[in-house]
């Protein structure tokens, strides 16, 4: 298999991104839930051709000799508002994909990111002191101090179902990053020439609410932003 690299600068990278970017969308409207908390722009899509692949030769040769096939470039961006109340855990960002009965179904042929990861670093410390006293009425100096110190890395948005039509991005909070801001998603989709590509874009999350300062409960947000139809044009 032969991966066509997406044509995407930095920009359109798993980072946030400014909310002016989302609205300067070909089709700039946006949907919110009820709590303004999550918001989704309506996917832009555009045909691969030779002058979008022209840094990678090996993919317009794949591309051009897929004679039965076409490739879109999707692009998706969705925005995410965070609460120090109502932290968000975790978030899942769904397409499907659909065709006419009797052909060949589409699927993400590429996908970005794929996986995003943080180094996350754990340090445990025990400290033993003795407890008795000499004679002398005096304290021992004496104690044990045990450190140890490791690291690995968490995931913070990992991509799921790559050739398949239910292509989606899992974000999970990290110790180093929340799920907050605007972020950039991208597929390479291919079907059949022929064929009237349609899909879905849906988004759920789910927030830990603090109840007290040391009771929190994680539940699914309610009411998430209503799922989104598109066509590949």
């Known amino acids: 298999m032969i991966s066509i690299e997406l044509p995407l600068g930095p920009s359109l990278a798993l980072v946030p991104i400014a909310d002016e970017r989302i609205m300067k969308s070909p089709t700039p409207s946006v949907e919110l839930n009820q709590f303004g908390r999550i918001s989704v722009a309506i996917p832009a899509s ?10 990678d030769p090996d993919a317009i040769a794949f591309m051009e000799s897929s004679h ?5 470039l ?4 969705c925005t995410f508002v965070d609460s120090t109340k109502d932290r968000f855990d975790e978030a899942w960002v769904r397409v499907s994909l659909e065709t006419p009965t009797g052909t060949e179904t589409a699927i993400a042929w590429s996908m970005r990111p794929l996986r995003e990861t943080d180094l996350v670093e754990n340090s445990y410390t025990f400290k033993l002191e003795p407890s008795l006293k000499f004679m002398t009425g005096e304290e021992s100096g004496l104690a044990l101090e045990v450190g140890r110190k ?8 990992t991509g799921y179902n790559l050739m398949q ?19 950039g998603l991208a597929l390479v989709v291919r079907s059949h020439r022929r064929a009237r590509v349609q899909g879905t874009l849906s988004v759920k999350a789910q927030v830990r ?25």
């Open 46 to 55: 555009s045909l691969l051709d030779r002058a979008m692949l022209k840094d």
């Open 68 to 72: 039965n096939y076409s490739f879109h």
């Open 74 to 77: 999707l692009n998706l961006a």
């Open 150 to 157: 490791d690291a690995h890395e968490a995931a913070f948005v």
């Open 165 to 183: 039509n239910t292509p989606y991005w899992h974000f999970r909070r990290t110790s180093m990053r929340t799920i907050d801001g605007s972020y």
């Open 209 to 233: 609410k603090t109840v007290a300062w040391f009771i929190r409960e994680s539940r699914e947000l309610a009411d998430p932003p209503r799922p989104l139809t598109f066509a590949l044009s």
